[in-house]
């Protein structure tokens, strides 16, 4: 649940402040032991970090 309120959070932050975590991607990859909740929290929160540098990086995350 504290992963959740976390993400939340961090995708306030994004909305606001889209430069904060630019360069953090990874942090929000998926992991399959995930609870669905945060899964889909990650995953908003991807693709609002997702740019033209890092759009490979995206994909082959979403692939898996």
Do not use: W
């Amino acid at each position: 649940m504290l992963c959740h309120a976390l993400c939340h959070t961090e995708s306030y932050c994004i909305i606001t402040r889209p430069d904060i975590l630019k360069h953090e991607l990874r942090v929000f990859f998926v992991k399959y032991n995930d609870p669905i909740y945060v899964k889909l929290e990650k995953l908003d929160i991807m693709i609002r970090l997702t740019n033209q540098g890092n759009i490979a990086q995206t994909l082959g995350e979403l692939k898996e």
